[in-house]
């Protein structure tokens, strides 16, 4: 486990959460590859809202921080975190995730991408019954398309970092008439 002195000591100290030893197991590399494949497909559902909302920042800010976190946590489970611990110790706190992956070799340390992790967190307060009961968190100036090139920035990282590739859709078959 690594020491009191390390970078990932230091973040379990800072978030109160139980060190953990980082084992990869083929479980874990199976789970990092269907969060994975999630990222991908909220992050399609993330812009079909751009589209579809255009003044709703909250819904899309909601969107941008579920595909983080499920690019971030996949970089986690295949570096041997347990998905129970990151349930329990990062939750919905994708400026968690980031410090985690960073401190376990994910390599990036973008100033732009920790800022939008920390306007995002924790994320549900991005929702619509959030909304609903009158929490306004601040946008911290980001736009829909800063955002958009920030989450696919990373998610790109993601695949870059762990190997994940998605396999091409196939396509049905056209009928010939």
Known sequence: MP?????LGALWRRYDARPVRLVRTREGRELSFSRFERAHEFHEGMENIARRFDNS???FFYSAGIVAQLALSSHLLDVGFPDM???KYVGLHVDRSLAYANATGFGY???ETKRLMEVLSPYWKWNTMSQMQGIEPGDGGFTQVSV???ITAL???VAEVTGHTLKPRRRAARSCS
Do not use: Q
């Open 3 to 7: 020491g009191e002195s390390s970078e």
């Open 57 to 59: 920042m909250s819904r």
């Open 85 to 87: 611990w990151c349930a």
């Open 109 to 111: 340390e973008d100033a």
């Open 148 to 150: 958009a090139e920030i």
């Open 155 to 157: 998610v790109e990282h």
